[in-house]
């Protein structure tokens, strides 16, 4: 991999991941690996039709079976809530009257041991009366037969303002943007181009599958899951339980990966029915086939027209989003509206229309998806802009650079202007891709092989794209650091641990806002019962939004250990100044007028200070009277008392520590929406081979505009992460159903990436600007690699091939396909 960092970069450099020594040496604890005493085991008994009402269900014989506890259908859930969903509460615990797609849960077998829950769940035995599979989305729109025949709407129901749309029809939801006249500056352009595209049905592919061990008393409930959103599943189950939400416990130990995939609730609630019916803990599992029935990402159908004018500018986009939303609403409504967001690209529209709506179809149900509905948008929206560069015989950089928003500039009215500079990112893609050339150029000649210069049978292409995310989701983060009196720090979050990297990278926040080593700081995640309220752990918010509440916890506590220490002196808070990681008195200090704060930098070797966004802007270890004017200069860094000094005092023993809490809400930075714009910007080089359609990325470029990389190794390995899963998409992976059933639920036939594919070669930039909201100037980074590379690649092969290809995946049979259309 080849590394470079523009925009001058920063302070901070890469730490050793907090979580490594336990992962490569088999001791990280997993929700999987959760055991409570006197723990039985489940076996869900999954729909063997899409589309069916329940008749009847046998389940003597396996009530009858060595070690079964009970088995749990719908009509034994008795008072309690039926059915879950953030947005729209439709979708069924246990199938409730009818099945809505093959695999859907129809019962649940509790035993004393997996292979007897396992063994009994086959003896039960279900009846159903057909009805129509509607398995795809146009087929669903088109029929008269109702996936839904009820509607679960109620009155004032909305979720991030985004409000369930009621309907007679299959639609999940409906949406759409708009400003000035898109038909009319459509029928005025000098040309109009038009691209329609396909994209898959995919899985978000996680080590650790979906599993929930639940354990209902009564009174309580504890449920340890794969939750990505702890909080948001305790607040279904306490309404499904009828509990307060503090009678409610979710602790998410790490999780094997997440993707979007685990966002919102998926398990728990048939966790915590099972052990409720059975009166023990209950944990359910899911093998990869249970898993890629229990969420998927939309797939999407979107046509995009683009007019522009003589010189190249666009005049207008008129966009149709169809999305392929599975059995159950789950997030699909939210990723629809951001799909609507995201679809348009980041350049100046003057007239924009998007259309989308959600189907409900007989397939399992959709949900978050890395990226966020941008991927399926981008692929349309970014091949049409090198169609449209094809047809008006113009480079496709040189039409992107003429339409590119500036910073500053407005995406979407009322929300926040772009913070990012996409022509620098444009180029910086370019300039790595020439370099590779030149690089294979020279040692060809250098080779003295004339023959090496030409591939034969390989065709070759190469192609950019770029994307920009309203990302951050809500700025809602609540974060505890508290000092002990050795003056080392246990730092609380709801944040989860999905293997990006949040433990370490909060945990440098936290070191260099409080001047101690990082080892000094412990890091404690996702336990509804201890840990503060986090809105969620995903849209690539954690290091931005959950890191400006770890600042702000850690200002707090500085002002904390100021009022002790002023207490302890019999002075006041004003009195008392933090400098370097110490706490002064001013009376001990001279006065004189020091700029932007005493000391400069004001911490030594342990950072800089709170940064853009951060509680009053001040310095880190830079708190009282004249902190931000003029300030007393401390000339003696070993004067002044370190915070265990101040502790110890205070309570008048080697005992006791000092707590800040910092809170993020929807003002100051992050009063304005999306908290940030995650910017996608890549570049591929592909070669094609001629006899059998093999795609291979010779080159990827990846450009993570993150304002500041608090660590920089764990930015380059999310972009390399999510880049990666673009490739998949783009050339392997896609959920096939023949009829009703999906027929590669295995991970042999759906294929992803894997060792081998890896990119020949791999350039990552880092474009530190300093221009997030985010702490010392942060944006997010986990998604934004992913957003453009499936457009990319669609691209790339599209050059070299000469047919501009319209559906993903490019396996080798699709390309050659292009190849024979190519020769006509």
Same mark, same amino acid.
């Given at each position: 991999? &080849?590394?470079?960092?523009?925009?001058?970069?920063?302070?901070?450099?890469?730490?050793?991941?907090?979580?490594?020594? @336990?992962?490569?040496?088999?001791?990280?604890?997993? *929700?999987?690996?959760?055991?409570?005493?006197?723990?039985?085991?489940?076996?869900?008994?999954?729909?063997?039709?899409?589309?069916? &009402?329940?008749?009847?269900?046998?389940?003597?014989?396996?009530?009858?079976?060595?070690?079964?506890?009970?088995?749990?259908?719908?009509?034994?859930?008795?008072?309690?809530?039926?059915? #879950?969903?953030?947005?729209?509460?439709?979708?069924?615990?246990?199938?409730?009257?009818?099945?809505?797609?093959?695999?859907?849960?129809?019962?649940?077998?509790?035993?004393?041991?997996?292979?007897?829950?396992?063994?009994?769940?086959?003896?039960?035995?279900?009846?159903?009366?057909?009805?129509?599979?509607?398995?795809? *989305?146009?087929?669903?729109?088109?029929?008269?037969?109702?996936?839904?025949?009820? =509607?679960?709407?109620?009155?004032?129901?909305? #979720?991030?303002?985004?409000?369930?749309?009621?309907?007679?029809?299959?639609?999940?939801?409906?949406?759409?943007?708009?400003?000035?006249?898109?038909?009319?500056?459509?029928?005025?352009?000098?040309?109009?181009?038009?691209?329609?595209?396909?994209?898959?049905?995919?899985?978000? &592919?996680?080590?650790?599958? &979906?599993?929930?061990?639940? $354990?209902?008393?009564?009174?309580?409930?504890?449920?340890?899951?794969?939750?990505?959103?702890?909080?948001?599943?305790?607040?279904?189950?306490?309404?499904?339980?009828?509990?307060?939400?503090?009678?409610?416990?979710?602790?998410?130990?790490?999780?094997?990966?997440?993707?979007?995939?685990?966002?919102?609730?998926?398990?728990?609630?048939?966790?915590?029915?099972?052990?409720?019916?059975?009166?023990?803990?209950?944990?359910?599992?899911?093998?990869?086939?249970?898993?890629?029935?229990?969420?998927? *990402?939309?797939?999407?159908?979107?046509?995009?027209?683009? %007019?522009?004018?003589?010189?190249?500018?666009?005049?207008?986009?008129?966009?149709?989003?169809?999305?392929?939303?599975?059995?159950?609403?789950?997030?699909?409504?939210?990723?629809?509206?951001? =799909?609507?967001?995201?679809?348009?690209?980041?350049?100046?529209?003057?007239?924009?229309?998007?259309?989308?709506?959600?189907?409900?179809?007989?397939?399992?149900?959709? =949900?978050?998806?890395? %990226? #966020?509905?941008?991927?399926?948008?981008?692929?349309?929206? @970014?091949?049409?802009?090198?169609?449209?560069?094809?047809?008006?015989?113009?480079?496709?950089?040189?039409?992107?650079?003429?339409?590119?928003?500036?910073?500053?500039?407005?995406?979407?009215?009322?929300?926040?202007?772009?913070?990012?500079?996409?022509?620098?990112?444009?180029?910086?893609?370019?300039?790595? !891709?020439?370099?590779?050339?030149?690089?294979?150029?020279?040692?060809?000649?250098?080779?003295? $092989?004339?023959?090496?210069?030409?591939? =034969?049978?390989? !065709?070759?292409?190469?192609?950019?794209?770029?994307?920009?995310?309203?990302?951050?989701?809500?700025?809602?983060?609540?974060?505890?650091?508290?000092?002990?009196?050795?003056?080392?720090?246990?730092?609380?979050?709801?944040?989860?641990?999905?293997?990006?990297?949040?433990?370490?990278?909060?945990?440098?926040?936290?070191?260099?806002?409080?001047?101690?080593?990082?080892?000094?700081?412990?890091?404690?995640?996702?336990?509804?019962? #201890?840990?503060?309220?986090?809105?969620?752990?995903?849209?690539?918010?954690?290091?931005?939004?959950?890191?400006?509440?770890?600042?702000?916890?850690?200002?707090?506590?500085?002002?904390?250990?100021?009022?002790?220490?002023?207490?302890?002196?019999?002075?006041?808070?004003?009195?008392?100044?933090?400098?370097?990681?110490?706490?002064?008195?001013?009376?001990?200090?001279?006065?004189?007028?020091?700029?932007?704060?005493?000391?400069? $930098?004001?911490?030594? @070797?342990?950072?800089?200070?709170?940064?853009?966004?951060?509680?009053?802007?001040? %310095?880190?270890?830079?708190?009282?009277?004249?902190?931000?004017?003029?300030?007393?200069?401390?000339?003696?860094?070993?004067?002044?008392?370190?915070?265990?000094?101040?502790?110890?005092?205070?309570?008048?023993?080697?005992?006791?520590?000092?707590?800040?809490?910092?809170?993020?809400?929807?003002?100051?930075?992050?009063?304005?929406?999306?908290?940030?714009?995650?910017?996608?910007?890549?570049?591929?080089?592909?070669?094609?081979?001629?006899?059998? %359609?093999?795609?291979?990325?010779?080159?990827?470029?990846?450009?993570?505009?993150?304002?500041?990389?608090?660590?920089?190794?764990?930015?380059?390995?999310?972009?390399?992460?999510?880049?990666?899963?673009?490739?998949?998409?783009?050339?392997?992976?896609?959920?096939?159903?023949?009829?009703?059933?999906?027929?590669?639920?295995?991970?042999?036939?759906?294929?992803?990436?894997?060792?081998?594919?890896?990119?020949?070669?791999?350039?990552?930039?880092?474009?530190?600007?300093?221009?997030?909201?985010?702490?010392?100037?942060?944006?997010?980074?986990?998604?934004?690699?992913?957003?453009?590379?499936?457009?990319?690649?669609?691209?790339?092969?599209?050059?070299?091939?000469?047919?501009?290809?319209?559906?993903?995946?490019?396996?080798?049979?699709?390309?050659?396909?292009?190849?024979?259309?190519?020769?006509?």
């Amino acid at each position: 991999m &080849y590394a470079l960092r523009v925009g001058g970069g920063g302070a901070m450099t890469a730490a050793p991941r907090r979580d490594a020594w @336990e992962k490569v040496t088999g001791r990280a604890r997993y *929700a999987v690996d959760a055991v409570l005493p006197n723990m039985a085991h489940a076996a869900v008994v999954r729909s063997e039709r899409a589309h069916a &009402y329940l008749t009847a269900i046998d389940r003597a014989e396996a009530e009858a079976a060595p070690g079964v506890i009970t088995v749990v259908t719908a009509e034994d859930l008795g008072d309690l809530g039926r059915r #879950f969903g953030h947005i729209v509460p439709d979708h069924a615990i246990l199938a409730v009257d009818k099945v809505r797609y093959y695999g859907e849960p129809v019962a649940v077998v509790v035993a004393e041991t997996p292979h007897q829950a396992a063994d009994a769940a086959e003896m039960v035995w279900v009846d159903y009366d057909d009805l129509p599979a509607l398995t795809d *989305a146009a087929t669903a729109l088109a029929s008269d037969v109702l996936i839904h025949e009820q =509607s679960y709407l109620e009155p004032g129901q909305k #979720f991030l303002d985004v409000a369930p749309t009621a309907s007679t029809d299959n639609v999940a939801h409906r949406n759409e943007l708009a400003w000035g006249d898109a038909e009319a500056a459509l029928a005025a352009a000098a040309t109009v181009v038009e691209t329609t595209t396909t994209f898959p049905l995919v899985y978000g &592919y996680a080590m650790e599958t &979906y599993n929930a061990l639940a $354990d209902w008393q009564p009174g309580s409930l504890h449920v340890v899951s794969t939750a990505q959103h702890p909080l948001m599943v305790r607040r279904e189950l306490a309404r499904m339980f009828s509990l307060p939400l503090a009678a409610v416990r979710v602790e998410v130990p790490y999780i094997g990966g997440g993707y979007g995939s685990k966002s919102y609730t998926k398990l728990e609630p048939l966790a915590a029915a099972a052990s409720w019916a059975a009166g023990r803990p209950v944990k359910v599992t899911t093998d990869v086939e249970a898993a890629m029935y229990t969420t998927r *990402a939309d797939g999407a159908l979107v046509t995009v027209r683009t %007019g522009f004018d003589a010189d190249a500018r666009i005049c207008a986009r008129d966009i149709d989003i169809r999305f392929d939303t599975g059995a159950y609403a789950d997030n699909s409504p939210l990723v629809l509206t951001k =799909s609507i967001n995201r679809s348009f690209g980041p350049y100046r529209i003057p007239n924009l229309r998007v259309r989308g709506v959600a189907a409900y179809t007989n397939t399992s149900p959709a =949900s978050s998806y890395r %990226g #966020f509905g941008a991927p399926q948008a981008a692929l349309a929206g @970014e091949l049409n802009m090198d169609m449209a560069a094809d047809r008006l015989g113009i480079d496709p950089v040189e039409v992107r650079r003429r339409n590119l928003l500036a910073p500053g500039d407005t995406i979407i009215d009322g929300k926040r202007p772009l913070d990012a500079d996409l022509v620098a990112d444009l180029d910086a893609i370019v300039s790595a !891709l020439d370099q590779h050339a030149a690089d294979r150029d020279a040692a060809v000649q250098a080779s003295g $092989d004339q023959h090496a210069a030409v591939d =034969s049978g390989t !065709l070759r292409g190469r192609a950019v794209a770029l994307t920009a995310s309203d990302a951050g989701a809500s700025p809602i983060s609540t974060a505890q650091v508290r000092m002990h009196a050795d003056g080392s720090v246990t730092l609380l979050v709801s944040s989860t641990e999905m293997g990006q990297g949040s433990r370490t990278a909060l945990a440098q926040i936290a070191a260099r806002e409080l001047c101690v080593p990082i080892e000094a700081v412990a890091v404690g995640q996702s336990d509804t019962r #201890f840990t503060p309220f986090e809105w969620t752990t995903g849209a690539s918010r954690t290091t931005t939004v959950v890191g400006l509440a770890v600042q702000a916890a850690c200002a707090d506590l500085w002002d904390n250990l100021r009022a002790k220490a002023a207490d302890s002196a019999g002075v006041t808070i004003d009195d008392v100044v933090v400098h370097g990681g110490r706490l002064h008195f001013t009376a001990d200090v001279s006065n004189t007028v020091s700029g932007s704060g005493a000391g400069g $930098d004001g911490v030594g @070797e342990h950072g800089t200070g709170l940064g853009a966004g951060a509680a009053d802007a001040l %310095g880190a270890g830079e708190r009282g009277t004249g902190a931000a004017d003029a300030a007393p200069v401390v000339t003696d860094s070993g004067s002044g008392l370190t915070p265990a000094e101040v502790i110890r005092q205070w309570f008048g023993a080697d005992a006791g520590e000092v707590v800040g809490v910092g809170v993020v809400r929807r003002d100051g930075a992050t009063a304005v929406l999306p908290p940030f714009w995650e910017i996608g910007a890549v570049g591929v080089e592909v070669s094609v081979d001629e006899a059998t %359609g093999e795609v291979t990325v010779e080159h990827l470029v990846t450009v993570g505009d993150v304002g500041h990389a608090v660590n920089p190794d764990l930015v380059k390995g999310q972009d390399l992460g999510a880049a990666t899963q673009g490739l998949g998409i783009a050339l392997w992976e896609e959920m096939v159903y023949d009829g009703e059933q999906l027929t590669n639920p295995n991970l042999v036939e759906y294929r992803v990436p894997r060792l081998r594919d890896t990119p020949r070669r791999i350039t990552s930039v880092l474009a530190e600007r300093g221009d997030g909201a985010g702490p010392y100037g942060a944006k997010g980074a986990g998604e934004g690699a992913l957003n453009p590379v499936p457009a990319a690649v669609a691209a790339a092969v599209g050059r070299a091939v000469g047919v501009w290809p319209t559906e993903l995946p490019l396996t080798p049979p699709r390309v050659w396909s292009l190849l024979q259309q190519a020769q006509q």
